[in-house]
């Protein structure tokens, strides 16, 4: 992302651009940049693809939180093995695009060979982010949901 503003703002390309030595201030204010860069990801994340797996049957759960303090280990088990990877997937499902748009505003050519490989990329994407995101809640479901509707927890 920050890439693809360094095309619009002359500011940002000074940061980045080859030619220039590297300084802290201009580390910092990359790493600045992309930290909130990831931010508005992630938001446009929560509210599109959140919301685009949820209306494709992916089931949003209702946890009971009071069974966390005992299933605590558990749970961070499965942010880092499960919801870690969906959202790497779907970030990247919002963010790639927002690139290739970027650089398209910028009056850059794009090759049809770049866009059927946006196409298949964003497919892979898309299937990895609704897997993870529904083996996320699965497993969730099986620790912090009542315990008269889970069965046990099975673990690839």
Not at 65 to 83: D, I, K, Q
């Amino acid at each position: 992302m920050v890439s693809g503003l360094s095309y619009h703002w002359p500011s940002v390309a000074n940061w980045m651009g080859p030619g220039h030595q590297p300084t802290v201030g201009g580390f910092l204010y990359v790493t600045l940049a992309s930290i909130a860069c990831g931010l508005v990801v992630s938001t446009v994340r929560w509210l599109v693809v959140d919301t685009l797996l949820h209306l494709t049957g992916v089931e949003q759960s209702q946890w009971r939180l009071s069974e966390l303090r005992e299933n605590l280990p558990a749970f961070e088990m499965f942010v880092v093995f499960t919801y870690r990877y969906y959202q790497f997937h779907a970030n990247c499902f919002v963010a790639i695009p927002a690139w290739f748009a970027l650089r398209f505003l910028n009056e850059q050519t794009i090759r049809v060979e770049w866009l059927a490989a946006l196409v298949v990329i964003e497919t892979l994407l898309l299937a990895g982010a609704r897997d993870t995101l529904s083996k996320y809640y699965g497993r969730t479901n099986e620790i912090l949901s009542d315990e008269s509707r889970v069965s046990k927890i099975v673990l690839p």
